[in-house]
Antibody
Framework: QVQLQESGPGLVKPSETLSLTCTVSGYSINSGYYWGWIRQPPGKGLEWIGNIYHSGSTYYNPSLQSRVTISVDTSKNQFSLKLSSVTAADTAVFYC?????????????WGQGTLVTVSS | QSALTQPPSASGSPGQSVTISCTGTSSDVGGYNYVSWYQQHPGKAPKLMIYDVSKRPSGIPDRFSGSKSGNTASLTVSGLQAEDEADYYCSSYAGSNPVVFGGGTKLTVL
């Protein structure tokens, strides 16, 4: 059974870099699919952040592209998110997910989500 | 402001059918057959219900169906059950911005 688990600090200071890791179990990242990050501010809707393929190819939301880096470590079956220069507006629940190789990357498996608060 | 427009709320009685709309433009919903729908219960991760406009992932009951006409996609839930009460989000491929979401619709089962 495919499982994803986000990990990382729950509190980040303004202007610093948010770093999260997603550990995948039950499926090898090398076997295919796209691996993505989606966030949801408290009480609000979903926003796609970006995806990565096992080859390392990345695809980012244009509105966040200048601040986002997604990387993959196939040896650990993990992929990671870095979001720089954060502000209070970046406070959200961050989800990692597996996406189909189809337009819009339909995400069929999701982590439980982790709340990251940006505050001094 | 979300890229795709959904009604904030929808409702229906048990056993009835309800349809949720998702309106975009010719650059997203209308331009590609790549619309997905997600169900999200409070405090839980979203769950994929429909992809590629009308396909259901394994395990999703056929009470859930998707369609598209022009720039508007729709999710229909037939035979409403109490467990269907949740937030529903549409998403679409949009070319240069590969994934755009709607603002979400809260479905209430009366």
């Amino acid at each position: 059974q495919v499982q994803l688990q986000e990990s990382g600090p729950g509190l980040v200071k303004p202007s610093e870099t948010l770093s999260l890791t997603c550990t995948v179990s039950g499926y090898s990242i090398n076997s295919g699919y796209y691996w993505g990050w989606i966030r949801q501010p408290p009480g609000k809707g979903l926003e796609w952040i970006g995806n990565i393929y096992h080859s390392g190819s990345t695809y980012y939301n244009p509105s966040l592209q200048s601040r986002v880096t997604i990387s993959v470590d196939t040896s650990k079956n993990q992929f990671s998110l870095k979001l720089s220069s954060v502000t209070a507006a970046d406070t959200a629940v961050f989800y990692c997910a597996r996406g189909y190789a189809s337009g819009g990357y339909p995400f069929d498996y999701w982590g439980q989500g982790t709340l990251v608060t940006v505050s001094s | 402001q979300s890229a795709l427009t959904q009604p904030p709320s929808a409702s229906g009685s048990p056993g009835q059918s309800v349809t949720i709309s998702c309106t975009g433009t010719s650059s997203d919903v209308g331009g590609y057959n790549y619309v997905s729908w997600y169900q999200q219960h409070p405090g839980k991760a979203p769950k994929l219900m429909i992809y590629d406009v009308s396909k259901r992932p394994s395990g999703i009951p056929d009470r859930f169906s998707g369609s598209k006409s022009g720039n508007t996609a729709s999710l229909t839930v037939s035979g409403l059950q109490a467990e269907d009460e949740a937030d529903y989000y549409c998403s679409s491929y949009a070319g240069s911005n590969p994934v755009v979401f709607g603002g979400g619709t809260k479905l209430t089962v009366l």
